[in-house]
């Protein structure tokens, strides 16, 4: 079988450079807005989702982000235009945090491909946010002050326009999956 979502979800790879130009508002929205389409637990709609475009901020979280991962001398981010950042609730409310979050981190990377925009999952938004910096952070980040407590980051997206081809994706592992009748 074949239709534009299976092409979609065949061809989307990780994008790690981009062309400086900031993407549209519309195309941010139109991915912020598939982000909302994903499934939750209990259809709760745990989650929430932060853009940031702003160059002071976006330095803020790349720093932190390398820092959390002892990499100073490198940009995780990729140099994106735009990131993306996902946070649920922390495992003392629901164990649905991860699983909800990377859903909706999933639908957004697939609705940018869909739109010609580049994106990469960039990790370690957990430990970033746990630490004092990352907090005083999250309070800058527009989301309601009574819940920032209960938050934790799930994972981000550096999106953008590609500056590159979509690399030759590996193969499928062998036996990737079994149906039993
Ligand atoms: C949970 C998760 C964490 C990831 N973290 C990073 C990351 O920190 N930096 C990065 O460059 N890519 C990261 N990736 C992207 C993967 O490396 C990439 O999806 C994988 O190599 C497969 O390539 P593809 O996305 O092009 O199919 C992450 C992906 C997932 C799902």
């Keep these: 079988m074949d239709n534009a979502v299976l092409k979609a979800l065949r061809s989307r790879r990780s994008i790690r450079r981009?062309?400086?130009?900031?993407?549209?508002?519309?195309?941010?929205?139109?991915?912020?807005?598939?982000?909302?389409?994903?499934?939750?637990?209990?259809?709760?709609?745990?989650?929430?989702?932060?853009?940031?475009?702003?160059?002071?901020?976006?330095e803020r979280i790349s720093k932190l982000n390398?820092?959390?991962?002892?990499?100073?001398?490198?940009?995780?981010?990729?140099?994106?235009?735009?990131?993306?950042?996902?946070?649920?609730?922390?495992?003392?409310?629901?164990?649905?945090?991860?699983?909800?979050?990377?859903?909706?981190?999933?639908?957004?990377m697939l609705a940018a491909h869909s739109i010609g925009l580049g994106s990469c999952w960039i990790n370690r938004e957990r430990e970033m946010f746990e630490t004092p910096d990352g907090k005083a952070l999250m309070a800058e980040l527009g989301l309601p002050e009574e819940l920032q407590s209960g938050l934790m980051g799930v994972g981000a997206l550096a999106l953008g326009y590609p500056?590159?081809?979509?690399?030759?994706?590996?193969?499928?592992?062998?036996?990737?999956?079994?149906v039993i009748k």
């Design 163 to 178: 500056a590159h081809e979509a690399p030759a994706p590996k193969p499928r592992k062998e036996a990737y999956w079994r």
């Design 66 to 108: 390398a820092s959390v991962w002892g990499r100073e001398d490198f940009d995780p981010f990729y140099g994106a235009p735009t990131y993306v950042l996902v946070f649920a609730s922390r495992p003392e409310k629901t164990l649905n945090g991860v699983p909800d979050g990377s859903l909706v981190l999933g639908n957004m």
């Design 18 to 58: 981009f062309k400086p130009g900031q993407i549209s508002d519309a195309e941010l929205q139109a991915v912020l807005e598939a982000g909302t389409w994903a499934p939750t637990a209990h259809g709760l709609q745990d989650p929430w989702i932060v853009a940031v475009q702003k160059p002071e901020l976006k």
